[in-house]
């Protein structure tokens, strides 16, 4: 999927269509629904809670010991661009607070973890290039920590590539991938070691009779302050 966003975005910039954040996580969620479907419940709500919390999806990664869970406001880089314009200022009119300020908060209220991930095509990276990726893929899409982007104030990407790994990191069964993100392996077999001082987006999850995929964590209010909610199941993943 991030292959795609990389070289969509490079062939949108030459061609004068719109290629927009939107149009760009709803199409990557239509193919890992399409392709993974038994794995992966998809829920929508009302797009207007967004200007709320500052997020677009909130996102359950669910593996067999614990359940990985994260608020996430995607940012696509612009035509030409090696900056993300108004990462830390721009704010919804009807908003109180700018939107990185209120995905932080937003997060932490239903104790998620505040993730940015950035759409960016091929051209403008510098560190998590194709020669870097598995098989030559482009890395499209980067996450990272929103609140330790906000803490290092840097907008440009060359800055923010240092802070950020490429998205399939967040389900690549490897034992260490990231200190802000938990591996797969992680997940689904657990750590001693790390077990004692876990944070509050990660929680365990329940018994495979007791609870569904589409089941596991679910919040059953109705203020969501996101467009939707993905949960997918890594627990067949091998690790």
Request: net charge positive.
């Amino acid at each position: 999927m991030a292959d795609a966003v990389s070289r969509n975005l490079h062939l949108s910039y030459g061609c004068d269509i719109s290629y927009g954040e939107e149009t760009i996580t709803e199409s990557c969620l239509l193919e890992i629904w399409r392709r993974h479907s038994p794995a992966v419940h998809i829920e929508t709500f009302t797009k207007r809670q967004e200007a709320r919390n500052g997020a677009d999806w909130e996102w359950h990664l669910i593996g067999r010991t614990y359940t990985f869970k994260m608020r996430v406001q995607a940012k696509r880089l612009a035509r030409n661009g090696k900056k993300f314009r108004s990462l830390f200022t721009y704010k919804v009119a009807t908003a109180p607070s700018p939107q990185v300020d209120m995905l932080i908060r937003g997060a932490s209220a239903r104790k998620l973890k505040p993730v940015l991930c950035f759409y960016s095509p091929e051209v403008a990276r510098s560190r998590w290039t194709a020669g870097k990726m598995p098989r030559g893929l482009e890395a499209g899409c980067l996450v990272g920590d929103a609140s330790k982007i906000k803490i290092s104030a840097s907008n440009d990407l060359a800055s923010l590539e240092l802070i950020t790994i490429p998205w399939h990191y967040l389900v690549c069964p490897r034992k260490t991938m990231s200190r802000d993100f938990p591996s797969v392996q992680f997940l689904n077999e657990g750590d001693a070691a790390s077990e004692q001082d876990l944070p509050e987006y990660i929680v365990p999850t329940p018994s495979r009779g007791s609870a569904r995929p589409a089941e596991v964590g679910q919040v059953h209010d109705i203020e969501l302050g996101v467009i939707g909610r993905v949960k997918i199941d890594c627990r067949g993943l091998a690790t």
